[in-house]
């Protein structure tokens, strides 16, 4: 199994620019998480899709940050305009029969964004 | 609202030794836990997880996690650490009836030589 697939892993844009993170999730996995990873907040949970259905999108931060899920393989995370302070980490996880507790979320390598 | 404490924002241990490393929780109900660990400019990667039934839970590379109801933890162990064990370790936090998992702040487990 390749295991949750992100692209790109680096990304360095200036600010004002759109940015478009990707992934593909584990094959037959039906939930997907986006995360952002920071040294000051940690880990957060910014989205999370069940069946390709949104879920859960408040810890979206703000209206310039949207994602989709147009089929079970395959999930962008945008960020139009973006601004200095969405440099992190971002981490795209899958799991399987609808992210219930007994299911372990698998986790991708990440992308590195840095908005100059 | 769940929420997860890290105490220790980085733990040293020297090759050998035991390690520890600290996870205390707050949750409504009952709680499943999960222990994921980060290498440099790598993802997540699942250790271990209690749902129910034996308090000490065995995973991957020799790791072990006991849980602790009356006192809300869920410290991460190992009997004998190793210098490659040396990472980012988070801990994580899942109410029954929830579908997201609530992490914290993370510690760095430093193992010298």
């Known amino acids: 199994d390749a295991g949750v697939i992100q692209s790109p892993r680096h990304e360095v844009t200036e600010m004002g620019q759109e940015v478009t993170l990707r992934c593909k999730p584990i094959?037959?996995?039906?939930?997907l998480f986006w995360y952002r990873q920071t040294m000051m907040r940690g880990l957060e949970l910014l989205i999370y899709?069940?069946?390709?259905?949104?879920?859960?999108d408040s810890g979206m931060p703000e209206d310039r940050f949207s994602a989709k899920m147009p089929n079970a393989s395959f999930s962008t995370l945008k960020i139009q305009p973006s601004e200095p302070r969405d440099s992190a980490v971002y981490f795209c996880?899958?799991?399987?029969?609808?992210?219930?507790?007994?299911?372990?979320?698998?986790f991708g390598p990440g992308t590195r964004l840095l908005v100059l | 609202a769940q929420s997860v404490a890290q105490p220790e924002d980085q733990v040293n241990v020297a090759e050998g030794n035991p390690l520890t490393v600290k996870c205390t929780y707050s949750?409504?109900?009952?709680?499943?836990l999960f222990w994921y660990v980060q290498y440099p400019n790598r993802g997540l990667q699942f250790l271990l997880k209690?749902?129910?039934?034996?308090?000490l839970v065995k995973g991957s590379y020799g790791f072990e996690a006991e849980f602790n109801k009356s006192q809300t933890s869920f410290h991460l162990k190992k009997p004998s650490a190793l210098v490659s064990d040396s990472a980012l370790y988070f801990c994580?936090?899942?109410?029954?009836?929830?579908?997201?998992?609530?992490f914290g702040k993370g510690t760095m487990l430093l193992v010298s030589p």
């Open positions: 996880a899958s799991s399987s029969s609808g992210g219930r507790a007994l299911e372990t979320q698998y």
């Open positions: 094959s037959g996995h039906n939930s």
């Open positions: 899709f069940n069946n390709n259905v949104p879920i859960d």
């Open positions: 949750v409504s109900g009952n709680p499943y």
């Open positions: 209690y749902i129910t039934g034996d308090n």
């Open positions: 994580a936090v899942r109410p029954v009836g929830y579908s997201t998992l609530t």
